[in-house]
């Protein structure tokens, strides 16, 4: 019964510093940190990559548990996202309602137990040649832990955003997890012939106990060639095994096999390097005040073209 990153201490000292209240309680054969977030309609619990559970059967006892926590907070649902892979039927029948997945429904990683022959295997000998030869190349690159430095990832995320139609992470939300030690900011920079340097692509990795997670990505297109993403995401790999983590996640994948899925190019990316999938429940909502759960339901989608609408 291991929690995911996003159910650690680490992530939720984040949430708090956020300004969220957290909810934490153990039993038996759960556990769950709750994110106690607000609606126009009033309160609901959001639970990532939660409750952690033993076994399937668990999953009746953490939900008793939460939904007292709900009433106590009079919050309107509680949304859960297990990362034991129940269907979606088993989900109905405690209540369950699909949502929106907010965190991805199914994960791509990458065993680090492997040798380090096997990784490079896995991933291939042009890309590894690329990361191998990269100085050669005019590449530098560097981490930092400096949110100035944001300034750098964010022009390329806004861009792989606006081309691949996804909405980004608020922008001061990313710099405040660089002054936690869970988030790195990976930077690759091209010197061409007059020794002019710039940053070509970005990436941000966060560290948990036993696994690292490819967060967030981004990369001047002017600049594909000079594979700056691959190299970034190799360089990752190569910190995430020095520092005897077990497991690289890639942080969620597509399922589509249509070019036309916004995550169909990341995916075909990350399946790359090597490694398998990984699947989750998904996320549900059980709802505590049906009535307003209706009226927040119908909003939803409202609500999202606005602030789809406001970012432009």
């Not at 639970?47 to 939904?67: E, F, H, I, Q």
């Not at 690159?141 to 691949?164: C, G, H, Q, W």
């Amino acid at each position: 019964m291991k929690p995911h990153f996003l159910q650690s201490d680490t992530w939720m000292e984040f949430q708090k510093a956020e300004g969220f209240e957290i909810l934490h309680e153990k039993g038996k054969n759960y556990e769950f940190s709750a994110i106690l977030k607000q609606t126009s309609l009033g309160n609901y619990l959001f639970v990532p990559y939660g409750p952690t559970l033993k076994d399937k059967k668990s999953l009746n006892t953490a939900l008793a548990a939460l939904k007292n926590l709900a009433k106590t907070k009079k919050c309107i649902f509680i949304r859960i996202e297990p990362t034991i892979p129940f269907s979606a039927a088993e989900m109905k029948r405690h209540g369950a309602k699909k949502s929106d997945h907010f965190d991805p429904e199914h994960t791509w990683i990458l065993d680090l137990t492997q040798t380090e022959d096997e990784i490079a295997q896995s991933i291939g000998k042009n890309k590894m040649r690329a990361w191998k030869n990269h100085a050669q190349k005019g590449i530098t690159l560097r981490t930092s832990k400096n949110p100035r430095d944001m300034d750098i990832f964010f022009k390329f995320y806004e861009t792989v955003a606006a081309k691949d139609n996804f909405q980004t992470n608020d922008r001061k939300y990313l710099e405040n997890q660089l002054k936690f030690d869970f988030a790195t900011l990976y930077i690759a920079y091209f010197t061409d012939e007059n020794g002019k340097t710039t940053p070509i692509a970005a990436t941000i990795m966060y560290t948990g106990d036993d696994s690292c997670y490819y967060a967030y990505a981004g990369a001047d297109y002017e600049f594909r060639k000079k594979e700056a993403g691959a190299i970034l995401l190799i360089q990752m790999i190569h910190d995430a095994k020095a520092a005897g983590k077990k497991i690289f996640d890639f942080w969620g994948i597509t399922t589509s096999e249509s070019p036309k899925d916004p995550w169909f190019g990341f995916t075909k990316f990350k399946k790359s390097f090597g490694g398998c999938q990984i699947d989750y429940a998904g996320t549900y909502d059980i709802p505590i005040n049906r009535q307003k759960y209706r009226i927040y339901s119908l909003l939803r989608p409202i609500n999202k073209l606005k602030r789809k609408i406001t970012k432009k």
